[in-house]
């Protein structure tokens, strides 16, 4: 009698041979594409899959006006300049802009993240930072608050939880995820010009107000699926210049340093700030976005901070033109990237990518500090969820400036 193979059996063989699953859609996926996996998992393996090019695009942040369309109002996005910087230069974020309504503001942002998600080769979200300081103050129909050192005067921190709250509140929808707030240098002289945007010039005062302001920033749950990220600065002693002017020299004993300038940072690293902007004057003769004394030695390996080390405006070229102690942009680079800088604000042009990319190649910056400063920024964007949620929603915009 002729026996025959069900055919049963038959499919099952073919399945096995051809290597076919029904979950191979899932199998394909990414590791660093799956939300349940451990964020650290996710950062490793997006990392491991990034050529340099795209790592040292992530370190770079640019002004809003390098995409916006030529001859058209403010924030018009040009999506052919957005996609030279994203394709070819992997830009990570972009900054500021101008008091436009939220819904020109929700066109800008959707525009600039489908281009940089959908055009991408790894599909990357930007992090886009903006200074809304006493509220969002870079948008239209917003609600503003008085300036830190009037909350300050108040001595009453519950004021600086609902700025905080509120400036969640009515800026996450448009995308505005990544805020340079709050200002936690220690108001002590009282002749310098930017005064007013610090809380005072206590540091226990400033230490409560700015921990206010974090908890009522990043614990808005209304604003859910966002989660906000901030920025705290001037790291550090920014506020004591010694002739009162903004951003010259600053000469101070160690034991005032810690004692109160650098209490409002601990404080805020308790909080959960995960991002910090750099002083831009030198102190006690060395230009803070150049000094590995404080950007590593201090901020790291004493306070145990591991987020993001923002440069402020332009501040790696100011170390050439300004502070004089680089010879050309490149060598700058070197001193701020060597010192412990994560991202460069370098607004109005690519020298820093350059640079970057080309300390590199010489064999001056490798690979391995480069992925250090990477994977701080990675880190940010997978804990802020803006892998699952990169674009904005203008469905609740109705919900800014109400009463």
Known sequence: MKKTIPVTFLIFAFLLFTGYSGNSAQEDQPLYQNPDAPVEDRVEDLLSRMTIEEKIGQMNQLDFSLVNAEGEPIITLDEDRVRDLIRNYHIGSFINGEAVPPQQWFEFIDRLTRVAMEESRLGIPILYGIDHVHGASYMAE?????????????????????????????TADVGHLWNFAPTLDVGVNPIWPRLYETYGEDPYLVSQMGRAYLEGFKGNEEIYPYTMVSNAKHFIAYSDPVTGWDKTPVQIGMQQLYEFHLPPFVAAFEAGLKTVMVNSSEVNGTPMHASYKFLTEILRDQLGFEGVVLTDWDEVGKLRDFHRTAKDFTEATYMAVSAGVDMSMTPLHLGFYDSLLELYQDGKITEERIDQSVRRILRVKFEAGLFENPFPRNDRLDRIGNE
């Open 142 to 170: 917003t609600t503003i608050f008085p300036q830190a050192i009037n909350l300050g005067a108040t001595f009453n921190p519950d004021h600086s939880y609902n700025t905080g709250w509120v400036t969640a509140y009515e």
